[in-house]
T-cell receptor
């Protein structure tokens, strides 16, 4: 398996634009997580899914953020409209059930100017 | 979820053993202890996981005392490539779902 695949790796956009980040989890994994990492706040859990169903979105900062998982092999994180304070590295991770490790993608570095 | 506390940073010379301790006073009975490593510009990577006593793999050892209120990650003979941030996580199956939440991490700097 190629691991968790995120795209794009880098995104630069202007304030007010819509941004969509994409993630392909490892096949067979039941859980998918979206994280955001900044120097100030570290790694923050935004939302996670179990079997494609959103379970906990309490970490989503505000209504401008939304995440979907239409099937077991694809998830998106959308920011609309984007703001400069959304600039961060966004990670997607997946894991099987049980007390097992989570596998992270390489991340998407988002810069909103 | 049990909260974890670990040192913000540590320095070590190459070739030395490094021990990073994490406190998790309110760990629950069904919680596991997991450590991740993160290099700059990369996603976190699993190092080791344990429930009690001692666990060892090819990369590290994890020591967990009987009360499980703390744990120590031990890295034998570190090299410059071990410079990274190390995260301690506590959690597991809870109410039928799981959540992986990271703390602040310990930034390890290995010095030549």
């Amino acid at each position: 398996d190629a691991g968790v695949i995120q795209s794009p790796r880098h995104e630069v956009t202007e304030m007010g634009q819509e941004v969509t980040l994409r993630c392909k989890p490892i096949s067979g994994h039941d859980y998918l997580f979206w994280y955001r990492q900044t120097m100030m706040r570290g790694l923050e859990l935004l939302i996670y899914f179990n079997n494609n169903v959103p379970i906990d979105d309490s970490g989503m900062p505000e209504d401008r953020f939304s995440a979907k998982m239409p099937n077991a092999s694809f998830s998106t994180l959308k920011i609309q409209p984007s703001e400069p304070r959304d600039s961060a590295v966004y990670f997607c991770a997946s894991k099987p059930g049980g007390p097992t490790e989570a596998f992270f993608g390489q991340g998407t570095r988002l810069t909103v100017v | 979820l049990a909260k974890t506390t670990q040192p913000i940073s540590m320095d070590s010379y190459e070739g030395q053993e490094v021990n990073i301790t994490c406190s998790h006073n309110n760990i629950a009975t069904n919680d596991y202890i997991t450590w991740y490593q993160q290099f700059p510009s990369q996603g976190p990577r699993f190092i080791i996981q344990g429930y009690k006593t001692k666990v060892t793999n090819e990369v590290a050892s994890l020591f967990i005392p009987a009360d499980r209120k703390s744990s120590t990650l031990s890295l034998p003979r570190v090299s410059l490539s071990d410079t990274a941030v190390y995260y301690c996580l506590v959690g597991g199956l809870f109410g039928g779902y799981q959540k992986v939440t990271f703390g602040t991490g310990t930034k390890l700097q290995v010095i030549p």
